[in-house]
């Protein structure tokens, strides 16, 4: 079944330690994104990639690094410059250029992190 | 000012009951507009999508209106599996493919 692939969905880290967070997408979209969700709060974004090999800051960027080197691919590193990072992280996927009723966004199941 | 913005809720309402979201959006280029559906410690799952003459899906009517630049969702007789966070959707032009979320608006149904 096509879908999006989010792991680990839970992750403990510990101070100062980078951690990554993996995204895959088999649905041959062109368009990745990375949300981060706060309790009660609703979605602020991260970074978004658009291609292969290009990505931009989102709302939120600091203190997180992502790279897309594959289609399919597009990891979420947290790292030691996040100070606060425990929240709810979801991935997306979505084609681009479809029009407005082509481009439906699909998420992944998310990675919950916990700082200990 | 938020680019999207959502009633504050939470809105809680008897099972049978017709309940109403809006949605205002600030970037007139915006292109595309969604309902998502989040229940508690879950991913967003499309509801629907919302075009410019407006489209129905069972309960559920979503509506779009370019010149005051809203959306909104209009739910009718309500039931307890409608209990969840409606989050809006935007996603404008001018910044290809960048999506803005509103903030949710959280809905209880009671029975």
């Known amino acids: 079944d096509g879908g999006i692939t989010q792991s680990p969905k839970y992750l403990f880290r510990k101070e100062g330690q980078n951690v990554t967070l993996s995204c895959e997408q088999n649905?041959?979209?062109?368009?990745m994104y990375w949300y981060r969700q706060d309790p009660g709060q609703g979605l602020r974004l991260i970074y978004y990639s658009q291609i292969v090999n290009d990505f931009q800051k989102g709302d939120i960027a600091e203190g997180y690094s992502v790279s897309r080197e594959k289609k399919e691919s597009f990891p979420l590193t947290v790292t030691s410059a996040q100070k606060n990072p425990t929240a709810f992280y979801l991935c997306a996927s979505t084609y681009s250029n479809r029009g407005p009723s082509g481009n439906t966004i699909y998420f992944g199941e998310g990675s919950w992190l916990t700082v200990v | 000012r938020k680019e999207v913005e959502q009633d504050p809720g939470p809105f809680n309402v008897p099972e049978g009951a017709t309940v109403a979201f809006n949605c205002t959006y600030s970037n007139s280029a915006s292109q595309s507009f969604f309902w998502y559906r989040q229940d508690c410690r879950k991913e967003p799952k499309l509801l629907m999508s919302?075009?410019?003459s407006g489209n129905e899906d069972g309960r559920f009517t979503a509506q779009l209106n370019r010149a005051s630049q809203y959306i909104s969702l209009l739910i009718r007789d309500s039931k307890l599996s409608d209990s969840a966070t409606y989050l809006c959707v935007v996603i404008h032009n001018t910044n290809a493919g960048k999506s803005t979320f509103g903030d949710g608006t959280t809905l209880t149904v009671k029975p």
């Open positions: 649905l041959n979209h062109d368009a």
């Open positions: 919302v075009y410019s």
